[in-house]
């Protein structure tokens, strides 16, 4: 158990519509990444957040957003849909207080599948 | 585009023989992890090289890192079974450091 907690498991909607992927961090950890996972594109990261900002963005989509909480908590909005987003979605965190270069090492939660349909 | 690029895509041996797997990349690094993911679940750290460092050792597994050639291997000695999973490198980018970006992984069957 990475001690990273995703809801909901499994996630399956229609094309158009839009959902709310949660993740909670380790116990103390800062930083909040965000993956998607699918055959073709491989793991793709998205986004990162630390302490509540955004730090880093990658190939993120423009009808995808994410926040990080003051609780720490984390949520990846994916909203009008289509069939290309089925994918498994990591979240994942590390402790984020390293100064840099920060060699931290991620712990990956055990991802929610969605299933545009 | 990808920074890191494992080398096979997939490999299949006998439980006890050694497994080796590459990893090359394109830029400049501050360090490079490997990870373990099992079918459908989260990945799993193993071990995280410094750009300063050659060589890493865990148990059974080995990691060398060659900066000039921006390349590494992973090293899987006595294979199990329980080895079979995909094996993914990671690098950081980014201003930060902290844009962690995966190759497309190595498949690894372990056969008893």
């Known amino acids: 158990d990475s001690g990273v907690t995703q809801t909901p498991k499994h996630l399956i909607t229609a094309t158009g519509q839009r959902v709310t992927l949660r993740c909670s961090p380790r116990?103390?950890?800062?930083?909040v990444y965000w993956y998607q996972q699918s055959l073709d594109q491989g793991l793709q990261f998205l986004i990162q957040?630390?302490?509540?900002?955004?730090?880093a963005k990658g190939n993120i989509l423009e009808r995808f957003s994410a926040q990080q909480f003051p609780d720490l908590h984390s949520e990846l909005n994916l909203s009008s849909l289509e069939l290309g987003d089925s994918a498994l979605y990591f979240c994942?965190?590390?402790?984020?207080?390293?100064?840099?270069?920060?060699?931290?090492?991620?712990?990956f939660g055990s991802g929610t599948q969605l299933s545009v349909l | 585009s990808q920074q890191g690029e494992e080398d096979p895509q997939a490999l299949s041996i006998q439980e006890g023989e050694n497994a080796t797997m590459n990893c090359s990349y394109k830029?400049?690094?501050?360090?490079l992890q490997w990870y373990r993911q099992n079918s459908g679940r989260g990945l799993v750290h193993l071990i995280l090289?410094?750009?300063?460092?050659r060589e890493k050792h865990s148990g059974r597994l080995r990691v060398t890192l060659d900066t000039s050639k921006k390349s590494s291997s992973l090293l899987i000695t006595a294979s199990r079974a329980a080895d079979t999973a995909s094996y993914f490198c990671?690098?950081?980018?980014?201003?930060?450091?902290?844009?962690?970006?995966f190759g497309p992984g190595t498949r690894l069957s372990v056969l008893p």
């Open positions: 990671a690098t950081d980018a980014g201003a930060y450091g902290q844009n962690f970006v």
């Open positions: 830029t400049s690094i501050n360090n």
């Open positions: 994942a965190s590390s402790a984020g207080d390293s100064p840099p270069p920060f060699n931290e090492k991620l712990f």
């Open positions: 957040y630390y302490n509540g900002e955004e730090r």
């Open positions: 116990s103390g950890d800062l930083s």
């Open positions: 090289i410094r750009s300063n460092e």
